[in-house]
């Protein structure tokens, strides 16, 4: 099991390393120790390996990630998981703005609170996050499952296209075009396998949660017009 | 982009390592502001005397002045930091040596003035301003420190911050503010001189126009929520403490650790890395439009 410290080896070439693996490699599991908030660790992964980063990540963690697993032991700056293809990525305590930006598939599971803008303009990623999130969160947000246990800041889900908002606690404000919406055996179903994936099987119980969606109002596609694009 | 710092000691005993920590943190911003750095430090007061920090062009002009102040200014105690010095003067002959600063030695900027405060900044990577300025060895209770990437104004000592927003008060700013032409000609208006083309200058101009008129700092920075039309963090430096303030968007970062020993900020968590017992600190993120303060 490679195991690298940051403090003495440059970050540059773990990402390189970790970028060099074959899909079928051996070394399937890295220990990474004092990131001490450094940029962009991890990110770029295409193979299914596993990271464990043992501290404070700054900026990008995992972004890109495709099929690998990070986990963070620790707090994680802005963008982590941005655009996100699939894979899972973990992070123990809290995340700044932007946690899985434009994310395209796989997981994210917040331990702590994520801040503004969790989830912008989601793609098809799942987030889970156990704590709160800030303003601005699943802004533009087209498609994929947000999961907040805690409490979502202004504005949620402002322009949201198809995405799927599950909020738990008190939601502050709804951005435009978002609105609160009916939780059918569909939705408690979908978000029952969000949280049986990210590790909450049986745990949390999908009634506890309201959803929240768009009201398509806003964005105007009309399905008669689909044959027209 | 730029970066800022801040760190406010609370434990006495850590007081002799603070310009050694926050010389490591502006180190670490110099990723996010290359171009030019500015510190303030809060170092010990004496009872019945100010201390101004006072810029020439060069060292070598500076020390010439000192000397001229010396002359002029017996009991003045005259401390020189390369292009910067710092002069202690007993109140009573602050309006003499101001006064005679503009007449005799009109080249020299008064950068800032107080009990406690020292004001430094230059052009350069942040690790060398620290360093001809000799911060590694300032002690004192809390630091604020700012390093510049320019985007509004040239790359200058003047455009580099932070920026004396009144006696033993300074700001620096991460940002840009989109308003502060119309800011600039408001503020001439009401009198307030504002020497730079610079955004930061003119939300220093404007703090000190609503202190002016009789607000606190903490309600002054409440109302720039209203007038200032940008994106920014700023964190203001008082006599005993800093504040922070993150605009309501809070895209611009700041993140906070608190111990035992100390409050710090950084723009980056990496900032806050390198403090002693950071792996047992609080660690946060200041909410937008809100305003903070850690004062003693």
């Known amino acids: ?229 | 982009m730029c970066g800022i710092v801040g760190l406010f000691i609370k434990d006495p005993a850590l007081e002799p390592e603070l310009g050694k920590l926050t010389a490591a943190m502006l180190a670490t911003m110099s990723d996010r502001g290359p171009d030019s750095a500015g510190f303030a430090v809060y170092g010990k007061g004496q009872k019945g005397h100010s201390k101004l920090t006072l810029r020439s062009k060069s060292a070598a002009a500076m020390k010439e002045t000192a000397k001229r102040i010396g002359r002029e200014f017996g009991k003045a105690e005259i401390t020189l930091h390369d292009t910067h010095a710092v002069v202690s003067i007993d109140d009573k002959s602050l309006p003499r040596l101001t006064s005679w600063i503009a007449k005799e030695s009109p080249e020299t900027e008064l950068v800032g003035s107080g009990k406690r405060m020292a004001l430094f900044k230059e052009v350069g990577r942040p690790e060398s301003v620290t360093e001809r300025f000799g911060l590694e060895t300032m002690s004192g209770t809390h630091a604020i420190g700012h390093t510049r990437m320019a985007t509004e104004s040239a790359v200058t000592t003047d455009g580099a911050h932070p920026y004396s927003t009144g006696s033993d008060q300074c700001l620096v700013h991460n940002g840009s503010l989109s308003n502060h032409n119309n800011l600039r000609r408001v503020l001439a208006r009401e009198g307030l001189k504002i020497e730079t083309e610079n955004d930061t200058e003119v939300a220093a101009g404007y703090l000190t126009w609503r202190m002016r008129e009789g607000k606190s700092l903490g309600d002054a920075l409440k109302v720039s929520l209203d007038d200032l039309d940008g994106f920014y963090t700023f964190v203001v430096g008082t006599e005993n403490g800093f504040g922070v303030l993150r605009d309501g968007i809070a895209c611009k970062p700041a993140v906070m650790a608190e111990t035992d020993q100390y409050v710090a900020f950084g723009s980056e968590y990496r900032v806050l890395a390198g403090l002693p017992g950071i792996e047992k600190a609080r660690i946060w993120e200041p909410e937008p439009a809100t305003v903070y303060f850690w004062e003693r």
């Not at chain 1, 970028?19 to 990110?43: F, M, Y």
Request: glycine content about 14%; aromatic content about 6%.
């Open chain 1, 1 to 229: 099991m490679p195991e690298i410290d940051l403090g003495t080896t440059p970050l540059r070439e773990l990402n390189a390393a970790l970028h060099r693996l074959s899909p079928d490699t051996n070394e399937s599991h890295w220990i990474v120790d004092h990131p001490e908030g450094r940029h962009a660790i991890a990110a770029g992964l295409a193979v299914p390996i596993t990271v464990e980063i043992n501290g404070p990540v700054g900026y990008y963690c995992a972004g890109m990630n495709k099929l690998a697993t990070v986990l963070i032991h620790g707090s994680a700056g802005v963008g982590v998981a941005e655009n996100m293809m699939s894979g899972f990525v973990h992070v123990t305590g809290d995340a700044s703005q932007s946690a899985g930006a434009t994310g395209r598939g796989g997981l994210l599971r917040i331990d702590g609170n994520a801040s503004s803008r969790c989830g912008i303009s989601m793609k098809g990623i799942d987030i889970v996050v156990k704590g709160s999130v800030g303003h601005m969160s699943a802004f533009m947000a087209q498609a994929g499952n947000l999961v907040v246990f805690g409490d979502a800041g202004e504005a949620l889900g402002d322009s949201i296209y198809e995405a799927r908002l599950f909020v738990r606690g008190k939601v502050k404000g709804l951005g435009a075009d978002c609105i609160e919406k009916e939780m059918r055996d569909e939705h408690k179903q979908a978000l029952h396998n969000v949280l049986e994936r990210a590790g909450f099987d049986g745990q949390i119980d999908p009634d506890e949660f309201k959803r929240y969606g768009s009201a398509r109002k806003l964005y105007n596609f009309k399905v008669d017009n689909a044959g027209a694009y």
